[in-house]
């Protein structure tokens, strides 16, 4: 019998979790949802499995959540080990981003062997 899970998270921004997958290199999508709102439709992420039953990230109007169906899952980690991987590139990902926006450039990013990111940003001041 399947059951979905809805984990909550506090991912808001579409581009942010893209590209904090991306880095973990897990295959993903986007899939136009439609809403209720008179917004039209909404994106929608969703990771493919070979057993047929996704993993999806979908927005519920504030932040995606996390739905999947545990008994189905078949990454190699556990999922809440999945998440927090997510979490802290999606992190990395919303200071990079955000440090664009005001003027910094990343010069340096790395993950140590413990799973920590480093950050670098700098910004040259204009006078």
């Known amino acids: 019998m399947s059951h979905f899970s809805h984990i909550k998270t ?8 893209e590209k904090a997958l991306e880095r973990l290199n897990i295959v993903h999508q986007q899939e136009k949802a439609p809403t209720t709102t008179s ?9 493919p499995q070979s057993n047929g039953y996704d993993l999806k990230f ?3 109007g504030e932040e995606y959540e996390f739905v999947v ?6 990454q190699a980690s556990p999922v809440e080990s999945f998440m927090d991987q997510v979490a802290q590139q999606y992190a990395s990902e919303v200071v990079i981003g955000e440090g664009q926006s005001i003027g910094f450039e990343p ?11 480093t950050i670098v940003l700098e910004r040259w001041n204009a006078n």
């Open 10 to 17: 506090r991912f808001q921004n579409l581009g942010y979790l």
């Open 107 to 117: 010069i340096h990013y790395a993950t140590t062997v413990d799973g920590a990111n």
């Open 39 to 47: 917004l039209g439709s909404t994106t929608n992420l969703v990771i």
């Open 58 to 60: 979908v927005w519920n």
């Open 69 to 74: 169906d545990l008994s189905f899952w078949e």
